[in-house]
């Protein structure tokens, strides 16, 4: 059985584990990204027993724009509902504010966001500056 939690009791080697068996980069900078993930406004979690299979984190500004950075679910885990859940958690956190954004990290993911209620903007694309030669604190 999935439990979720919307708080920020993860530890950091499981939040690193998990970023590394999806092959997302962010995992190589551990101390780095637990201390952004402590630093988020929001952290939902899910886990299976003590299992971290799940992720998803939000920044707002406290009034109208919440920011979805990360939804991330063990590959072992995919199409069982889990990233819905905690996509539903957050938006349920936000419903009072004027924007809850997402930017899918690809283009295959864009009719999942779309079944939860997200649509394209029509104000622009993002965009980075991507800065990878930074060490890990």
Do not use: C
Request: hydrophobic share 40%; proline share 1%; charged share 25%.
């Amino acid at each position: 059985m999935i439990t979720y939690k919307m708080d920020k009791t993860f530890k950091k080697e499981d939040v690193e584990a998990l970023f590394k068996s999806i092959g997302w980069e962010s995992g190589d900078y551990p101390n780095r990204l637990y201390k952004a993930l402590q630093n988020s406004q929001t952290v939902v979690t899910a886990y299976d027993g003590t299992r971290l299979v799940g992720l998803a984190r939000a920044i707002d500004d406290g009034a109208m724009l919440a920011y979805i950075h990360y939804v991330l679910v063990d590959n072992n885990y995919r199409r069982m509902g889990i990233a819905r859940a905690m996509l539903n958690m957050i938006k349920d956190k936000y419903k009072d504010y004027m924007y809850i954004k997402v930017i899918p990290a690809s283009k295959e993911s864009e009719a999942f966001y779309n079944s939860l209620g997200f649509s394209i903007s029509h104000q622009g694309i993002a965009q980075e500056i991507k800065n990878m030669e930074i060490e890990d604190f």
